[in-house]
């Protein structure tokens, strides 16, 4: 690949291939941007305020299993399988969330949506190693980023409009039409993305390790599930589930090593702290902004609509993040913008703490955000494609599959140890801001080790 003419990514011989992965991310963008304005309300309805953290982090774990069968499946079968499967599996999840009269079946739905979402993110960056030249990978990730920018912006305000005019359930029903017009794009082109995998060497993994690493898949996710269930309504003192929890926790740190690169939990040099500084970064941002719609109402007495519109203000950052780190000019410095993204990420979660604690004016979350955004931005696309750099093709779907395992472990991470907190300190909606100090405050020091690993991808 490397030694093709350079293009465009929009150029003719990419187009419709481009179109049809953006079209996948901005499905999965819209979803992950209204839900989160939406649920609030969702959760107020489901009787199941204690429980919010949940909602997000049972889709988190199916999405950990998806993840780790796409990689086995793509380097396999190639990506196409696991991209329609996964299609088809977000749409169902999507339709049975907004169809839920009682919580158990939202959270069914949510880990249905969750499972297609890992196959589809996985084979998506299969697509992407073997169907783009390597100069054009760092374009790719910034465009793909780029169409984060419309479901941010119109995302939580048109989900504000929706829960308010008629239900939060038709947030969940509007997904299900974009998914349709997205499987058929990939259904256009999948001609070109089968092409792409042609030629490419078998893995270096035998059907053994396939198998073994889709059985760990099972382990990892079954273990974060029982994290997630035991930290959801957790309470002071020594309980059944604390024991959960803790067997989660004990399920993770046996299972998570097997499935990531040797030496990443001991920030070792290349790939492993790749790994290491993505789940580290997803692992501060997300457990502080799943939390921030729900500080802003309770807390602030916000409507759900300003909620939405500050979070859609702080993704610009993200966006223009990912756009600087797609320039020609950091080609073989990557590491330096993991480091850079690191520290804008750690400032921004000092800002909301500030804001939280000193009671200064809600907007200034969108301040806040907008610098955490750009340090995800940066760093996030550039371990994206140093990822695939420093792996054959014959690999990529092994090493996309464990990229995005670090990413969603991490986040399930975050958001646990920020569900406990919650769930163990919370008293009555209006005196929590000590709670969410204390959750963000421990973050932001999850953050600062991004700068740490950032030194150490160079090799």
């Given amino acids: ?9 929009f150029h003719p011989r990419y187009l419709l291939l481009s179109i049809a992965l953006l079209a996948l991310i901005t499905v999965i963008a819209f979803e992950g941007m209204a839900v989160s304005t939406a649920m609030p309300d969702a959760a107020r309805d489901l009787h199941a305020v204690r429980s919010y953290g949940l909602a997000f982090s049972v889709m988190l774990t199916t999405q950990l299993l998806g993840i780790v069968l796409a990689g086995v499946w793509c380097d396999r079968s190639g990506p196409l399988p696991s991209l329609f499967a996964g299609q088809l599996l977000f749409a169902a999840g999507c339709g049975l969330c907004g169809g839920s009269q009682a919580f158990g079946p939202f959270l069914a739905g949510r880990g249905v949506a969750g499972l297609g979402a890992g196959l589809i993110i996985v084979a998506g960056y299969v697509v992407i190693g073997r169907a783009y030249p390597e100069s054009l990978r760092p374009k790719v990730f910034s465009v793909i ?25 038709w ?11 997205a499987v058929a794009l990939v259904f256009a082109r999948r001609g070109q993305i089968a092409g792409a995998s042609a030629g490419i060497e078998e893995s270096s993994r035998d059907r053994r390790e396939h198998a073994r690493a889709a059985w760990f898949g099972v382990l990892i996710a079954a273990s974060a599930g029982a994290l997630q269930w035991g930290t959801h309504d957790l309470a002071p003192g020594w309980s059944v589930q604390t024991a959960v929890a803790l067997a989660g926790v004990l399920g993770i740190a046996a299972t998570a090593p097997r499935l990531l690169p040797r030496g990443t939990w001991f920030m070792r040099r290349g790939l492993p702290s790749v790994m290491l500084a993505r789940s580290l970064l997803t692992c501060s941002f997300f457990g502080t902004i799943t939390y921030i719609p729900l500080m802003l109402v309770n807390e602030r007495g916000q409507s759900l609509g300003t ?7 702080g993704s610009l950052g993200w966006s223009a993040g990912s756009w600087v780190q797609g320039r020609d000019r950091w080609a073989g410095q990557r590491h330096r913008l993991v480091v850079a993204g690191g520290g804008l990420l750690t400032l921004g979660l000092l800002g909301v703490v500030a ?4 009671d200064w004016h809600p907007w200034w979350v969108a301040v806040a955000l907008v610098a955490c955004g750009l340090g995800m931005g ?6 994206s494609v140093l990822s695939l750099t420093l792996t054959p093709a014959a690999d990529h779907g092994s090493t996309s599959s464990s990229l995005q395992l670090a990413d969603v472990l991490g986040s399930v991470l975050g958001i646990a140890a920020a569900g406990a907190v919650f769930a163990a300190r919370h008293t009555v909606a209006g005196q929590d801001v000590p709670v969410f100090v204390t959750m963000w405050l421990g973050l932001s020091l999850v953050a600062s080790l991004v700068v740490v690993a950032g030194q150490r991808i160079r090799t």
Avoid: D, E, K, N
């Fill in 355 to 358: 804001v939280t604690h000193f």
């Fill in 145 to 169: 980023s780029a169409a984060w920018v419309l479901p941010s912006l119109l995302g939580p305000p048109i989900a504000a409009w929706v829960t308010t005019t008629w239900s939060w359930r």
């Fill in 378 to 383: 940066l760093g996030t696309a550039s371990l």
């Fill in 307 to 313: 909620a939405g519109t500050i979070l859609a203000i």
């Fill in 171 to 181: 947030v969940f029903w509007l997904v299900v039409l974009p998914v349709v017009v």
């Fill in 1 to 9: 690949m490397t030694g093709q003419p350079r293009a465009g990514v």
